[in-house]
């Protein structure tokens, strides 16, 4: 007998969009195994440290966002392997502000798991992303106008560092705290948005970076790498 569980993951407690694909993820399966899906994200750090299924995951999920799907059968039956590239996601790719939580239908049989759906919680529509995104890139445009683009990695680093303490506050109850509209358009924000805010500079500058999600004297943190 089937078994369906759905599940919904919080993005913040799992450590909370490029086109151009030859293959849509509704065809991964074809009748002689999975299909090869092109990526964008080999130059990132979480992406690198997934093994081919972990990575192959990793860019379904990622296609999922981008495009704001939902019902999405993964390449996997493992739960570690969903955790794991979920997490990744979440380390590479800070400019997802549009999604709040990840859900996951799990099918079983005979007590085993099957297959897994996935279903991630979007915040805002297509439109809404759109004026965001928009008015997130003015600010940011703003803020790196006088960056040392010519300068040294460190250079850079620093910058965008000392520009992010000295405009934005921290703040326990900013809304959208764990994304970075609260980093550029409200100013106000938590560990989660400045590390999401640094990711999201150093990129426009060509410096590669990461959020790292853990815990730091027993509370979830984030920072940099």
């Excluded at 599940?7 to 299909?35: E, I, K």
């Excluded at 996601?89 to 996935?118: M, P, T």
């Excluded at 109850?173 to 609260?182: M, R, T, Y």
Aim: glycine share 6%.
């Amino acid at each position: 007998r089937w078994i369906r569980l759905v599940v919904t993951v919080l993005a913040v407690l799992l450590l909370a969009s490029g086109c151009g694909r030859q293959h849509a993820v509704s065809q991964l399966f074809a009748s002689d195994g999975l299909l090869e899906v092109p990526s964008d994200s080999e130059k990132l750090y979480a992406y690198r440290t997934l093994t081919d299924n972990e990575k192959l995951v990793y860019d379904q999920m990622v296609d999922t966002v981008k495009h704001r799907k939902s019902d999405v059968r993964l390449a996997t039956s493992s739960l570690k392997v969903l955790k794991k590239s979920w997490q990744a996601v979440r380390c590479d790719h800070e400019e997802f502000f549009w999604v709040k939580n990840l859900s996951y239908e799990l099918y079983k049989k005979d007590g085993k798991i099957q297959a897994i759906d996935i279903s991630p919680k979007y915040t805002m529509s297509e439109e809404k992303i759109d004026s965001c995104r928009k008015k997130i890139n003015k600010e940011v445009k703003g803020i790196l106008k006088d960056a040392p683009r010519d300068g040294t990695d460190y250079d850079k680093v620093k910058y965008c560092y000392d520009t992010l303490i000295r405009t934005v506050d921290y703040d326990s109850s900013a809304p959208n705290s764990q994304n970075i509209i609260s980093t550029f358009l409200g100013r106000k924000t938590v560990c989660q948005g400045y590390a999401y805010g640094m990711q999201y500079l150093l990129k426009k500058l060509g410096v590669s970076c990461t959020t790292v999600e853990g815990r730091a004297r027993g509370i979830n943190h984030a920072w940099n790498l």
